[in-house]
């Protein structure tokens, strides 16, 4: 019985209660489907979350915006719920040598959801431009522990537990930027002052009897961490009519949030600084951009299969438009950070596509090594 699978993808497509976290997977769907750039590429709804000096700059007729996104990303390059799955159709015919194996296999084993949500509404003005918005984000990891290794231990309950921990966290902001006049090319500076809240989130049950998926890890946050407040800050400069660059700094207000996770271990919630350049070219048919983060992060979340994890992205995508009706977008994802696993080092390749239907429709997918996939949908509405 595909239990635990089904539940982990219903999450990632039903859940609005990812992402205000301090590093989502992606910033919204237009932006994954360009490999998550949004520097000097994101519009007036994406600016707050990539880039609040986009607000103001930017080379379309809307003056207003409304998004509503949701997505995730499935990582379990181990292949362990596929071990899952074969445990659990072993059990259902009482097979416990089957099932005492694919419990072995689990050892070491690990997997890595992410989830998201997003909504904003934008308004970009003559010299001042603003939005309010809002993200939640789930970033959960799960391993085996008490791995049974006799048949009579692997029917046993107390045996095979599937511990999940992560965070939930949620964050409103209130973006507002201002275009100016440097060395005879446009300029932009942007400002998101936002509340972040956060709260533990966990689930440790024996996969013999398993029911509900992750379902109850999203709906039953154990613990309250309580929130904070920080800002962004961004800077757009106009280089030539085709070509800008863009800065920004997230969380220049950092905190640090110590739990317990569902098995007792500690853990260690860090909203750090983030700074990330990023250029783009842009005309009527194309936009092309590069994002880098000048600086690695480790993992947001320290605890389990997060502690040590580092990451500094690079960025590549374009978009090529046609006719304001239909974009098309590429993109690619490289975790250059020192140090990191083979499995870290995996390239991501995202694809896209964005519809006018009388209300704009976007569709991002993203791909890596093994079994990680991801997708982001949203919908809003310019003019």
């Known amino acids: 019985m595909n ?10 497509l039903t859940v609005i209660s990812q992402s205000v976290i301090a ?15 949004g520097v000097a590429t994101a519009d007036i709804a994406t600016a707050p979350f990539a880039n609040p000096a986009m607000l103001s700059f930017q080379k379309s007729d809307d003056d207003f915006s409304l998004l509503l996104g949701m997505g995730g990303f499935f990582s379990d390059n181990d292949g362990m719920i596929e ?29 890595s959801p992410e989830l998201s949500g997003v909504l904003s509404m934008g308004f970009s003005g003559e010299t001042y431009s603003m939005s309010v918005s809002a993200r939640t984000d789930v970033i959960v990891s799960g391993g085996m522990t008490n791995i049974a290794t006799t048949p009579l231990e692997v029917v046993n309950p107390a045996f095979n537990i599937l511990n999940i921990i992560g965070a939930r966290t949620t964050e409103v902001g209130f973006s507002i930027s201002r275009d100016f006049e440097f060395m005879e090319r446009k300029m932009s500076i942007g400002i998101t002052p ?52 863009g800065l920004v700094a997230k969380n220049l207000i950092t905190d640090e949030m110590t739990f317990s996770t569902i098995t007792g271990s500690p853990a260690t919630l860090s909203f750090d600084t983030q700074l990330k350049a990023g250029v783009a070219y842009s005309n009527d048919f194309l936009t092309a951009g590069v994002d880098l983060d000048l600086i690695e992060n ?3 979340l320290s605890a389990g299969a997060f502690s040590g994890a580092k990451r500094q992205n690079l ?15 590429l993109g690619m994802i490289k975790n250059i950070a020192s140090g990191i696993s083979d499995g870290d080092k995996q390239t991501i390749t995202t694809a896209g596509i964005g519809l006018w ?10 791909s890596g090594e093994g079994d990680s996939l991801g997708a982001f949908v949203q919908t809003g509405f310019k003019f």
Do not use: C
């Not at 239990?3 to 990632?12: C, L, P, Q």
């Not at 509900?212 to 929130?227: C, E, P, R």
């Not at 239907?357 to 993203?366: P, S, T």
């Open 83 to 111: 071990n899952i799955d074969r445990f659990q159709a072993a059990e259902a015919v009482g097979d416990t040598t089957t099932m005492l194996w694919e419990a072995q296999q689990l050892d070491g084993k690990v997997i």
């Open 194 to 245: 936002k509340i972040v809240s956060a709260e533990a989130v966990g689930f440790s049950e024996s996969i013999i009897s398993t029911a509900t998926g992750l379902n109850d890890l999203v709906d039953n946050a154990v613990q309250d961490l309580g929130s904070f407040t920080t800002f962004d800050v961004g800077v757009v400069v106009e280089v030539s009519d085709h070509i800008q660059l």
């Open 3 to 12: 239990v635990i699978k089904s539940g982990f993808y219903a999450t990632a």
């Open 23 to 37: 590093a989502p997977f992606a910033y919204e769907a237009r932006s994954l489907g360009m490999g998550n750039i």
């Open 315 to 329: 960025s590549v995508g374009v978009e090529l438009n046609a006719f304001d009706f239909v974009q098309l977008r």
């Open 298 to 300: 480790d993992s947001m």
């Open 357 to 366: 239907l009388g209300f704009n429709l976007d569709i991002a997918v993203m």
